[in-house]
Structure formats: structure tokens, C-alpha cells
């Protein structure tokens, strides 16, 4: 049992530390060496519980997929008219919290290893499937309750994700900081218009 218990404890340590090494090295630059020196710890630990670097880095989107699964979980909109709904649904997924909840740049080296790793691929791909379930769901009810007018809930699910996705890369790269808030406004207001077929 204790043996159990420090597995539990160690692993998610060394996942984040893992991580937190991507964002200083790179995912190149991010050895098992360098996490363990991180942690001063001896790599050997490292290695007893994943094995090697792919296993790390599986782990590590296993977490990512844990971080933003719970961001949906604790989604709360129920109690609302479908209209609030709709925008506590488009202010929840346009908010800082969901930008900054994992660090673009180790987005960015995630999503770079899944190209060449088809077992990385499909753990991303789950976590995108994941994100289109809960938004199918919620555009559903919306469309159920004549809130927006959508066609196909899942193809307007992949558009919103297109944007959501795209908007936070680029967002990155070009918008200022001091802007970020007229900016997530502006794509608020321009998934409503698409999801109420104002762009028709």
C-alpha cells in the first residue's frame, strides 16, 4: 500500500515537472536527465515508473486531458436561460482560465512529438473528440431551445473549435496583452453571430 501510495504522489510530480521542462528546454531539449536534476531526483526513479520519454510524454497529455476535462466538468450552466447560456458557454471558452490552463508553447511541442507518434496523435485526438461531445451537447439544448439555429450541431462544434483553437495560437503571437479582453469579446461576439446564422 505505501508503495502504492508513493507512486501516486511521485508520478503527477514528475509530470509536471516534466512539463515545466518543455517550457524552459524545449521537448527536444527536455531529457529524462533534466527533469530529475529539476526535481534532484535520480533518473533512475524517472524511469521505474514510465519506462522512457514516450511514456513521459503520454503521460504528460493524459494530464492535459485531465486539466481541461475539468474545466467541462465543472461547466455549470444549467441554471440559466438558454440565451445566458449560451454566453457563459462562449465567455467560459474565450476566458483567460482556458487560454492559460496549459502554456501554448507546451501546446505547441505536444502537438509537434504527435506528427511522428501515432500513439500521441490519438490521445490529442481524444481530447478533441472529448471537447466536440460536450459542445454537440450544449448546442443541442441551444438548438432545442431555439436559442441558435445550427443545422448540424457537430459540424458547427468543429467550426467553434476551429476558432477557439485558432484564435488562441494566434492570439499568441500578435495580440498585445493589454487587448487580449476586446479581443476574446470580439470572437464571443463572432461565434454568436455564427452559431444564430447571422453570417448567412
Known amino acids: ?24 528546454q524545449g521537448f527536444e531539449g527536455a531529457s529524462i536527465a533534466k527533469v530529475a536534476k529539476r526535481m534532484k531526483i535520480h533518473p533512475s526513479l524517472i524511469l521505474h515508473y514510465f519506462g ?43 476566458s483567460r482560465e482556458y487560454y492559460e490552463k496549459i502554456n501554448v508553447a507546451g501546446s505547441f511541442a505536444v502537438l509537434a512529438v504527435s506528427f511522428h507518434n501515432e500513439k500521441i496523435h490519438g490521445k490529442i485526438r481524444d481530447l478533441y473528440r472529448m471537447f466536440k461531445k460536450f459542445l454537440v451537447r450544449e ?9 441558435i439555429c445550427a443545422d ?17 495560437h494566434f492570439r499568441t503571437f500578435i495580440i498585445d496583452e493589454d487587448q487580449v479582453r476586446r479581443y476574446n ?13 447571422q453570417f448567412k
Open 1 to 24: 500500500m505505501k508503495k502504492r501510495l508513493n507512486a501516486d504522489i511521485q508520478k503527477p510530480k514528475i509530470v509536471k515537472h516534466f512539463y515545466k521542462t518543455i517550457l524552459a
Open 52 to 94: 522512457n520519454k514516450e511514456n513521459l510524454t503520454l503521460a504528460l497529455v493524459d494530464f492535459v486531458i485531465d486539466e481541461y476535462g475539468g474545466l467541462l466538468k465543472d461547466f455549470k450552466s444549467q441554471d440559466l436561460a438558454p440565451e445566458d447560456r449560451l454566453m457563459r458557454l462562449l465567455e467560459a471558452i474565450w
Open 139 to 147: 448546442f443541442v439544448f441551444l438548438i432545442d431551445s431555439r436559442v
Open 152 to 168: 448540424d450541431p457537430e459540424h458547427a462544434a468543429e467550426v467553434v473549435m476551429t476558432m477557439i483553437e485558432g484564435s488562441r
Open 185 to 197: 469579446q470580439d470572437m464571443i461576439k463572432s461565434a454568436r453571430h455564427f452559431l444564430k446564422g
